[in-house]
């Protein structure tokens, strides 16, 4: 049976003020109505029935899992006592399904990614689940780079298994590429073989835990337990000396990039990870001079802005490509070409004991 | 005897979050720890004692105006029932000085200017003084210009009157301009006999009675009444009738436009009329990379910014020559070079019935 596992740990501070600790993005109504765990749900009806998707999130996101997700089934939820990257928190799903279902293909997905084109999207995951049927083949989805990004990592798949003809499948895979720079981007953009790593996997729990065995042995140990039955009375205990004796490792970097039976789909569907306010921009609708405005907001010529207030009104006057959020408690203003910076507030708020604005 | 006129019954709308209907830019501190209104009367001591000092503001000014200058008596406080520009308020205010001091002086004031050498201020103040004990005589303070500024109006005094020698003196006024745009700015720099107009004005009481007699009928008759004594019960009725029977009007452009005998003192001091933020910033003691910065503020390379917060957290990122005024209701953000613009969000709010935020 085909099951989904949905990575939902991450404390997204690049959405600073909106995202904290306690409501990180993946909780957020940022370019939709629904959440972006939510979308990331829906995207699968029809693919993979809601009993058989999961999520993995640390300890304090559970009860807002739950709250957001009603048909989730409870037990679905694996949670993490300590943030520990993709892989252990991969290993743990994969052992727990596993276990359930011997024969699983589990179908991993960041909980926090935008996707428009939702038939396309299923058509990839469609090819890849088929292709991760082969024993060990560890499949991945890419994406068709529209512009040189520097903000991704790259798959390059092999040319030749791509020219036979035009129907999707799933391409083996020569090379993962860190995020590159500009020049490198261009390089990549134009030679045509390589897409964007969207984070999106597909497997066999047996080829990723012998994958996991093999080339991440530490973090294989620390979850060994799971391979006999552990009593539930047992289990948070076990989890959590897991986690603690675990590397923080990402699943590309400590498998994907070392394993040798690596396939990539290559998706056609807009995508995008909204790594910062800037892409929430990018993603959103425009109003009258290209301003995207949420709650009680004045305009008066400025353009190109993004302003989101919870309930104070705000009047912007004589600005271009500015980020506005206002909160509560916090107020960020910052040009939206610096948007990637909006983490560094959150790191200066932590080193200074400002937790509270956190 | 010398009498001080301050006039404080502006609304300052360009001051908005932060000056409201309820308090506006002469209740606030947007240079110093004092108030504006505070500091100008701070500026008098030495010159004019407090008894001697008044007060002409709007009726729901007059407790602010007590609450902010305790030592001023009461009933130097004239309340105006409704806004009518400044000559109706200097009728009212020369009736009631004459009825208490016939040989009296009458120094008026804005209440709302910075001024920062108070030793060259009180040194052309005394000047101006001496001049307005001639009988008919009109005297107001000019400020030597520092660039070509188009938002002040200006006077132009008479060359060779001021050309025997270096001692301050009430030199003749050739005429008045209003603001000037850009190019005849310059010519006026350059032309060396122009000054700011600053809106400070000294006479006699006889003498400004008879110039509105003469240029403003209309309004010395609605304050005909107050020739004679008006009983104290009464005057709140005649106050009431007379600025509803008064056109709206400036003294300057009612008066000092049209007298024959009028004075300027040119004043060398630094003189602002803090028309708008950008104002503020330009007074206002700068920070590191030249930012203005006042409340819970996180600066992340951000440069030539104001930046006042009442009580929440702003963080600016990767934004320059940025005005944020943060107030429990509303926040504004608007390029420096826009500030003068803030004035249209206030008349938005008023035509679109958003008083509350007024």
């Given at each position: 049976m085909i099951h989904a596992v949905i990575m939902a740990g991450g404390i997204g501070s690049r959405f600073w003020p909106?995202?904290?600790?306690?409501?990180?993005?993946?909780?957020?109504?940022?370019?939709?109505?629904?959440?972006?765990?939510?979308?990331?749900?829906?995207?699968?009806?029809?693919?993979?029935?809601?009993?058989?998707?999961?999520?993995?999130t640390h300890t304090r996101y559970v009860e807002q899992t739950l709250e957001q997700l009603p048909a989730l089934p409870p037990e679905n939820i694996f949670a993490e006592p300590i943030s520990r990257n993709?892989?252990?928190?991969?290993?743990?799903?994969?052992?727990?399904?596993?276990?359930?279902?011997?024969?699983?293909?589990?179908?991993?997905?960041?909980?926090?990614?935008?996707?428009?084109?939702?038939?396309?999207?299923?058509?990839?995951?469609?090819?890849?689940?088929?292709?991760?049927?082969?024993?060990?083949?560890?499949?991945?989805?890419g994406i068709e780079p529209t512009h040189a990004a520097t903000g991704y990592g790259y798959v390059q798949f092999d040319p030749e298994d791509s020219e036979s003809d035009n129907e999707l499948k799933a391409l083996f895979v020569k090379t993962?590429?860190?995020?590159?720079?500009?020049?490198?981007?261009?390089?990549?953009?134009?030679?045509?073989?390589?897409?964007?790593?969207?984070?999106?996997?597909?497997?066999?729990?047996?080829?990723?835990?012998?994958?996991?065995?093999?080339?991440?042995?530490?973090?294989?140990d620390a979850f060994k337990e799971f391979e006999g039955e552990v009593p539930p009375e047992k289990e948070a205990d076990v989890v959590q000396a897991a986690f603690r004796n675990c590397p923080s490792i990402s699943i590309d970097y400590g498998v994907m990039e070392r394993a040798d039976k690596v396939?990539?789909?290559?998706?056609?569907?807009?995508?995008?990870?909204?790594?910062?306010?800037?892409a929430v921009f990018d993603l959103s609708e425009k109003g009258s001079a290209g301003n995207v405005v949420e709650g009680n907001v004045i305009i008066h010529d400025a353009s190109r802005c993004l302003v989101q207030s919870d309930d104070r009104l705000v009047a912007l006057v004589g600005v271009?490509?500015?980020?506005?959020?206002?909160?509560?408690?916090?107020?960020?203003?910052?040009?939206?070409?610096?948007?990637?910076?909006?983490?560094?507030?959150?790191?200066?708020?932590?080193?200074?004991?400002?937790?509270?604005?956190?």
């Amino acid at each position: 049976m085909i099951h989904a596992v949905i990575m939902a740990g991450g404390i997204g501070s690049r959405f600073w003020p909106m995202s904290r600790r306690e409501r990180p993005k993946q909780f957020l109504s940022v370019v939709s109505k629904d959440t972006l765990i939510q979308n990331t749900v829906a995207r699968l009806i029809g693919v993979i029935p809601i009993e058989n998707c999961h999520v993995v999130t640390h300890t304090r996101y559970v009860e807002q899992t739950l709250e957001q997700l009603p048909a989730l089934p409870p037990e679905n939820i694996f949670a993490e006592p300590i943030s520990r990257n993709t892989a252990p928190c991969i290993a743990y799903a994969a052992f727990k399904i596993q276990q359930k279902d011997p024969d699983a293909i589990m179908v991993v997905l960041p909980a926090d990614h935008v996707i428009r084109n939702v038939k396309k999207f299923q058509e990839a995951l469609k090819v890849g689940i088929e292709a991760a049927k082969e024993e060990r083949a560890l499949v991945t989805i890419g994406i068709e780079p529209t512009h040189a990004a520097t903000g991704y990592g790259y798959v390059q798949f092999d040319p030749e298994d791509s020219e036979s003809d035009n129907e999707l499948k799933a391409l083996f895979v020569k090379t993962f590429a860190e995020k590159p720079n500009l020049e490198t981007a261009e390089r990549f953009l134009d030679s045509g073989d390589f897409l964007w790593n969207s984070g999106m996997f597909m497997w066999r729990t047996d080829s990723i835990l012998q994958s996991i065995e093999h080339h991440l042995p530490d973090v294989y140990d620390a979850f060994k337990e799971f391979e006999g039955e552990v009593p539930p009375e047992k289990e948070a205990d076990v989890v959590q000396a897991a986690f603690r004796n675990c590397p923080s490792i990402s699943i590309d970097y400590g498998v994907m990039e070392r394993a040798d039976k690596v396939y990539v789909v290559p998706g056609s569907f807009d995508w995008s990870d909204v790594g910062d306010w800037n892409a929430v921009f990018d993603l959103s609708e425009k109003g009258s001079a290209g301003n995207v405005v949420e709650g009680n907001v004045i305009i008066h010529d400025a353009s190109r802005c993004l302003v989101q207030s919870d309930d104070r009104l705000v009047a912007l006057v004589g600005v271009n490509d500015l980020i506005v959020v206002d909160t509560k408690d916090a107020l960020l203003v910052c040009h939206r070409d610096s948007s990637q910076r909006v983490k560094n507030v959150v790191d200066y708020l932590y080193t200074h004991q400002l937790d509270d604005y956190v």
